[in-house]
């Protein structure tokens, strides 16, 4: 029995060693000593039979120096477009961004210009101010260096120096006196230009902060009548605000809408036509590039064309609905490259992307042409119509009154091309399958009710919910149709890959072209979904609502104890345990095919 309890004391006293950790306290390891830190070498004389060696060192020291802080080719850039960026500050300054009669597009406008022109600042402000610290290191190293000569100077005849080495030593601290007045006529003007480049870009983060406050308003007035109804405006006698200092229309109701809209698309026009072409002179370079871009890719895909009936025969005939690329070269060059026109042209007028979409209508009429049914192109060309209209239209949105008429015809227009559609079964549904027609359908359906708001505000004054509405639709429709075409192109370049040499060369790809087609087409176009739904949130002005609201819920968390966990850790978990997944598949099938 004694011995039985000596075993249950020893178990009673290991669990209670186990259960309070933290009774027995380790004796913590000394930490490190933290060495000294080694003051710098005391000034001091230096040796006569150093002198020689030292100079030469001296030398060797002063010109690399001179080298280093010489003027780059980044801040003489940066020199030269100084006075045109003051003169792009002044220009963009003339709009008044605190009015309450400044238009969305105009926002958005001087937004996009103006973050690029803080940007670029705040990149060369960065610039300066380090090839400054970099000259003011080497002055103040300078400075140190030269105090061992000024000794041994001070010390020669105590040393009994020959004339020679005084001579040497003279010609050194003389060496020094002229790299400090280098170094000083070299830091002068960067603290100059430093000091234009704030200033600008205080200007810039002043005129951002004014852009949030119109948009927060704007956002605010949203539901709120923010103009005349249109029935007022025009009223015999009736003027525009923006018109009330001219003298009293006495013709007839047309005739002066008429001379009001006429007198302002001009001015709008002339003004945006400025912009563009100031915007091009500047760029040239961009421009040539964009150009030889799409040369380059029409003549690739021209000569792919030619040579293809040599490395894959089976290409030349492509599957139904999918677009023949190389049998449409400039139609397909086109399209790529206009499809990101503002990684092309930063902080361009808002203007010039109009005149690219525009222009990027051509290549998609002539891509879908190709594929749709012949009772669906004429929906395609009355809606890729309004499109462009709205475009032009965008050309004369620094005018209130045009604007306004301007969107209620392209708004009308619209609603009667999509009921058409719909009466009629013309539209693009026709050509899609499954979930992705009832996408379309339940898209057409809500636009037909947007379109109707649009019209309904803008006639009742609340001309703000009248063009987001209105444009929004129309746009996010470009967008759709957009993305189609780009889709149509990647499954035809998909079928000539699988068809080519390259492609039927991989077993696993050549019996299970059906196969690879289908998953690869279905990864598209959730691709090009998720594409569209981000462009059409934005375009609506939800992005910031969703995107905010979805980190929030993502981020929140639940926990249980010391236990704690997010839906953002759940998703992830998951998102990598179905890529890790298909990943595996993906690679034991291809092992399978090829390999075993």
Known sequence: RSRRGGWLAVLLMAGLSISAPGSAQETPAPEPAIPAAQSPPEPAAIGASEIPTRAEAEKTWLRGVAALTAPQQQTTQIED????????????????????????????????????????????????????QEIDTQTTTLKVRRVDWELTLKSAREADLPDALVEQVREMLSAFDELDKLLRERRAPLLTLGSVISVLNVQADDALDSIKTAEAQQRG???????????????????????????????????????????????????????????????????????????????????????????????????????????????????????APRLVYPGAPLALFDLIRMMA????????????????????????????????????????????????????????????????????????????????????????????????????????????????????????FGLHAVLLVLLGLLDVILQSPAGSGVRAFKRNADIVRERVSAGLYLIALAAWLFAMLSLFRLWPFVRDHTAALFSSSLSVGTFQISLGDVVAFIVALWIGTLLSRFIRFILAEDVF
């Open 81 to 132: 477009q100084i006075t045109s960026m003051r003169e792009e500050v002044e220009r963009l300054q003339s709009v008044d961004l605190n009015s309450e009669a400044i238009g969305q597009r105009t926002l958005r406008d001087q937004r996009g210009r103006w973050s690029l022109i803080d940007s670029r600042l705040t990149g060369w402000q960065d610039t300066i101010s380090r090839r400054a």
């Open 221 to 339: 007035r949203l539901l709120v009548r923010d103009a005349e109804p249109l029935w007022r405006l025009l009223s015999p006698g009736k003027q525009t605000q923006d018109d009330a200092e001219r003298e009293p229309v006495e013709t007839d109701t047309i005739e002066a809408a008429q001379e009001l809209i006429g007198g302002e698309i001009s001015s709008a026009w002339n003004q945006n036509l400025a912009s563009i072409k100031h915007y091009a002179e500047d760029n040239t370079d961009r421009v040539l590039t964009h150009i030889i871009l799409f040369i380059v890719l029409a003549a690739v895909l021209w000569l792919l064309h030619r040579r293809r009936e040599v490395w894959a025969p089976g290409a030349a005939t492509p599957r139904v609905g999918v677009v023949d690329i190389f049998a449409h070269p400039i139609a397909s060059a086109a399209l790529l490259a206009l499809v």
């Open 361 to 480: 209508v051509l290549p998609i009429i002539a891509l879908l042409g190709k594929v749709l049914a012949p009772r669906q192109l004429p929906s395609m060309y009355a809606l890729l119509g309004l499109f462009a209209l709205d475009m032009a239209r965008g050309l004369v949105d620094t005018q209130p009154f045009s604007s306004r008429i301007s969107l209620l015809v392209i708004a009308l227009l619209g609603l009667v091309v999509i009921i058409w559609t719909l009466a009629t079964r013309r539209d693009l549904a026709g050509s899609l399958e499954g979930a992705w027609a009832r996408v379309a359908h339940l898209v057409a359906r809500v636009s037909v009710v947007t379109l109707t708001a649009s019209i309904v505000a803008n006639i009742a004054g609340v001309v703000s919910l009248a063009e987001l509405l209105g444009e929004g639709t129309i746009t996010t429709i470009f967008v759709g």
